[in-house]
């Protein structure tokens, strides 16, 4: 009965996936609608992976602010307009195998 035990454990393969990294991932866009579905996305394809994930931290907004001269002949009143853009993040902290972050870049 031993034999036949001893004989199973050495027919299991076992996946040698090495050593754990603690990873971190910043997602970002000017898309407030794109980085949500992209953040859960990402997260649902991280989990299949079977590795721990934490849920995505919200990074504050970044604003920038570009005045340009709505004339730029220079002549008449000097008019101008401002444009802003929004940036957008998600920030994932990952614990991963080193076969896994391969995969991972595929995404």
Same mark, same amino acid.
């Given at each position: 009965m031993?034999?036949?035990?001893?004989?199973?454990?050495?027919?299991?393969?076992?996946?040698?996936?090495? $050593?754990? /990294?603690?990873?971190?991932?910043?997602?970002?866009?000017?898309?407030?609608?794109?980085?949500?579905?992209?953040?859960?996305?990402?997260?649902?394809?991280?989990k299949?992976?079977? $590795? $721990?994930?934490?849920?995505? $931290?919200?990074?504050?907004?970044?604003?920038?602010v570009?005045?340009?001269?709505?004339?730029?002949?220079?002549?008449?009143?000097?008019?101008?307009? /401002?444009?802003?853009? /929004?940036?957008?993040?998600?920030?994932?902290?990952?614990?991963?195998?080193?076969?896994?972050?391969?995969?991972?870049?595929?995404?």
């Amino acid at each position: 009965m031993n034999t036949l035990l001893d004989e199973k454990k050495d027919d299991l393969i076992v996946e040698d996936l090495g $050593e754990v /990294r603690n990873i971190v991932v910043n997602l970002s866009t000017t898309d407030k609608k794109d980085i949500n579905e992209s953040a859960r996305s990402f997260y649902e394809y991280v989990k299949e992976l079977k $590795e $721990e994930v934490s849920v995505p $931290e919200i990074v504050p907004t970044d604003e920038a602010v570009f005045t340009c001269r709505k004339s730029p002949c220079g002549n008449g009143t000097a008019t101008f307009v /401002r444009h802003t853009m /929004r940036v957008y993040q998600r920030k994932f902290v990952l614990k991963i195998h080193d076969k896994n972050i391969l995969k991972l870049l595929h995404f």
